[in-house]
C-alpha cells in the first residue's frame, strides 16, 4: 500500500510509503523545507497548511502542544505522518514574502502617481 503527497504551490506530487512524515517525503520529492532543528519538532520553521480531506495519521501530543492557538489546517511536516492521499501547501520564505510585499507597495504608489 502506498500514499501519495502533492505539495503546493508547485503541484509535485510523490508516492510514499504510509507513516512517511511530509517532511521525508518532501525532501524524496526535492522540494527544500525549511528547518533548524532537523526534524525534532523544536524550530516551527517546517509548518504547512494541510487542505481538507487530507489522510493523515493523528496528531500527536508535542505537535499539538506546539501549534497550540493555529489554524487547524497547520501541521508540523516533520510530525505529521501520511496515511493516503495529502495536499501540503509550503508556506513562501518569509524573505520573499516581505520583498513581494514591499513590491506590491511600490507598484500601488507609482500607479497612484500616474
Request: aromatic share 2%.
Amino acid at each position: 500500500m502506498s500514499a501519495e503527497v502533492t505539495f503546493l504551490p508547485s503541484g509535485k506530487t510523490i508516492k510514499v510509503r504510509p507513516g512517511t512524515t511530509l517532511l521525508d517525503a518532501a525532501r524524496q520529492a526535492g522540494i527544500a523545507v525549511r528547518t533548524r532543528c532537523d526534524g525534532r519538532a523544536a524550530c516551527f520553521m517546517c509548518k504547512m497548511e494541510v487542505k481538507q480531506g487530507s489522510e493523515l495519521m493523528p496528531i500527536g501530543d508535542v505537535e499539538r502542544r506546539k501549534l497550540a492557538g493555529m489554524d487547524d489546517g497547520m501541521r508540523l511536516s516533520c510530525q505529521a505522518r501520511v496515511k493516503g492521499k495529502v495536499q501540503a501547501e509550503i508556506p513562501m520564505d518569509p524573505l520573499r514574502a516581505a520583498v513581494l510585499r514591499q513590491l506590491a507597495r511600490q507598484t500601488e504608489e507609482d500607479d497612484k502617481l500616474w
